[in-house]
């Protein structure tokens, strides 16, 4: 489940990238209930598993628990498996990815600061973002 949108590019193609033909396995033949926000209210969706779902931001609010469901918490009893009880074996538990690389992120650039008046400060802007940025 990728989020919507990428936190370096903000490019919105995190799930739409994803391989259309990866062989997921589990939850065939099931259905998943999606609960989506539209400009109309909120719109439910069934989807036949394996799917992808994307989210967005502000999706996650976060529910505190209350003082009596910490204390009965405390009391429930901890139950721990194995994988051989899950039905897993070691193929099962190998990592499925490989990272290739860590590198930081490129140093940016310092920062401008612009001066003169602000009708002034604008035609700079303006300047620099069609020669420097491209943008227009």
Same mark, same amino acid.
């Given at each position: 489940?990728?989020?919507?949108?990428?936190?370096?590019?903000?490019?919105?193609?995190?799930?739409?990238?994803?391989?259309?033909?990866?062989?997921?396995?589990?939850? @065939?033949?099931?259905?998943?209930?999606? /609960?989506? *926000?539209?400009?109309?209210?909120? +719109?439910? =969706?069934? #989807?036949?598993? $394996?799917?992808?779902?994307?989210?967005?931001?502000?999706?996650?609010?976060?529910?505190?628990?209350?003082?009596?469901?910490?204390?009965?918490?405390?009391?429930?009893?901890?139950?721990?498996?194995? @994988?051989?009880?899950?039905?897993?074996? /070691?193929? *099962?538990?190998?990592?499925?990815? +490989?990272? =290739?690389? #860590?590198?930081? $992120?490129?140093?940016?650039?310092?920062?401008?600061?612009?001066?003169?008046?602000?009708?002034?400060?604008?035609?700079?802007?303006?300047?620099?973002?069609?020669?420097?940025?491209?943008?227009?």
């Amino acid at each position: 489940m990728p989020g919507s949108a990428g936190a370096a590019e903000g490019s919105a193609s995190g799930g739409q990238t994803a391989p259309s033909g990866a062989a997921w396995s589990g939850g @065939a033949g099931k259905i998943a209930v999606v /609960a989506r *926000d539209t400009e109309w209210g909120v +719109e439910t =969706v069934q #989807l036949p598993l $394996p799917a992808l779902v994307t989210a967005q931001q502000g999706l996650n609010e976060p529910r505190y628990p209350s003082l009596p469901g910490i204390m009965k918490a405390k009391r429930k009893p901890l139950r721990q498996l194995d @994988a051989a009880a899950l039905g897993l074996d /070691a193929a *099962d538990l190998a990592p499925r990815t +490989e990272r =290739v690389a #860590l590198l930081p $992120p490129p140093v940016r650039a310092a920062g401008r600061k612009l001066s003169g008046a602000p009708a002034e400060q604008a035609d700079q802007l303006a300047e620099l973002l069609q020669r420097e940025a491209k943008l227009f």
